[in-house]
């Protein structure tokens, strides 16, 4: 333990600026480099899933319509 | 324009001589018809050299410590803006894809295009900087080592410059992207480059620095010229 | 010797298995290490006699210049594979690490510059380190921005790679020149690290960190692939088969 007390530690002898805004970016950089693919990787699944089903309807109904095609021509 | 390659048997019979006197033609051709075009990045390094004086001090002392640096940052700043017309008008009339396609080295091509934009566009520089040069009251004793360092540098900006300008000659507006590119990769040359004239400002030897300025420029050439053609070759391909 | 696994490194569905089960354990490992890192560094390793306590950025500052760097090569390396292999992964990979690599050095540059406030009186110092960790920020922007410029991903992939190569090779040129230039512009010489007989109090610390960036580096890269993975192979089978699961949340 370097510090005899919490207070000293948040001075850090005077160079408590430096010391805590270096470490306060750097938790912003690391937050934000773990945070970014998370969110991608949500978008992505949702836009793929629902171009799925809405691929998956479209096929639905032209099977529907190609079926009524056929029927109406027996 | 594109005739130019499609002329005659198979091209592997034209000999590589012929092919290179071709591209010469054709490059000094069309710089020819569009002289004014020439002009610009002339203009341009001036223009960016009387900016200092105006934007900074005109102090003859300032300039004078600062004189190398400043025709050199303008030197490479106008060749970026320049660089766009090596591979564009090419690519654009359809011509890039015969020359890639071409049986002759595509290395060779690439050195001789080169080396041509840089007689248009560096060279004029050079020969431009002795007047610049004194305006920003550089001692006279020291223009002519400014002036070998810019005879030994510009042709690197050159060819790295035509790699930057390989990899984005499919884009349209490649302009910026280019210099983005290929300044971090020029700053070698601007240091040793002032850095020589600073030593001769100092009174001491400049051998050390020419040396390293040649070395680099060898490499440049025997190098940039691959990366040139690969890059060339992806970029018509698609 | 069995060269299986290079090629299984070329099928995106083999790297997405791969990449969810070692996830965890470099996510996990990397974290805690940071955190044991940081503490240690922060509140028990003994100040430096000469700089105080703004020594203690040291334990952010080394480390993601040491990555910064890192990552680049790998990225060089990479870039080989997809050129010379046509390996999509290598791609993916270069596509994934380049936005990490500039957080880093980022990262390096912004706590260089504020350790050097304390240390040498002023915010910025062009000092030879720092100038070539800019201008390798600067490299990354170009990987970055020739990637977003061109559409083709064909296209893009092979000509970042070829700009990641060019990169690589000019890489000793321009620290040779920046630490030649430093001399003759630095009235004195300043190291930031050049501590030859660091304890080791000070130094365990600086390893876990360094380690722990690693891991992390490793894992954020691995999600990125896999997004990229996602994203490039939505026409397969197997992707269809996750999107279906995976969105009807």
Sequence with gaps: MNFESFTEFLLMGGHGLYVWLSYGVGLFIIVLVYIQPILARRSIIQELSQRQRREAQNKASNEVNAQEITGGNE | ?238 | MNWTWFYKLGSPKWFYETANKLLPWFLWAGLLMLIVGTVWGLVFAPEDYQQGNSFRIIYLHVPSAILAQSCYMMMAVAAIISLVWKMKLADMFIASAAPIGAAFTFLALFTGAVWGKPTWGTWWVWDARLTAMLVLLFLYFGVIALRSALENIDLASRASAILVLVGVVNIPIIKYSVEWWNTLHQPATFTLTEKPAMPPEMWVPLLIMVVGMYCFFSAVALMRIKNEILLRERRTKWVQVIIAEEGKH
């Design chain 2, 1 to 238: 324009m594109s005739r130019d390659y499609q002329s005659g048997p198979s091209h592997s019979e034209h000999g590589l001589l012929s092919v290179l006197s071709v591209v010469l033609k054709r490059e000094f051709l069309s710089a020819f018809r569009s002289r004014q075009e020439l002009a610009n990045p002339l203009v341009f390094f001036v223009i960016v050299i009387v900016l200092f004086p105006l934007g900074v001090s005109p102090e003859p002392d300032f300039l004078r410590s600062a004189a190398a640096g400043l025709v050199w940052v303008a030197a490479l700043l106008a060749t970026m803006l320049s660089l766009d017309r090596l591979f564009q008008s090419d690519y654009d009339d359809g011509s890039l894809e015969q020359i890639v396609l071409c049986a002759q080295p595509l290395y060779l091509i690439v050195l001789i295009k080169s080396l041509i934009h840089w007689s248009l566009t560096g060279l004029p520089l050079i020969l431009l900087s002795p007047f610049l040069a004194t305006m920003l009251h550089l001692d006279a004793q020291h223009i002519p080592i400014l002036m070998l360092t810019l005879l030994m540098g510009t042709p690197v900006i050159s060819l790295i410059g035509g790699i930057g300008a390989a990899l984005t000659v499919s884009l349209r507006s490649g302009g910026i992207l280019i210099s983005l590119l290929v300044l971090p990769l020029t700053i070698p040359v601007l240091i040793f480059g002032t850095g020589t004239v600073q030593s001769s400002i100092d009174g001491l030897s400049v051998a050390g620095h020419l040396s390293i300025m040649g070395m680099m420029l060898a490499l440049a050439l025997t190098l940039s010229p691959f990366a040139i053609a690969a890059a060339l070759k992806i970029s018509v391909s698609d």
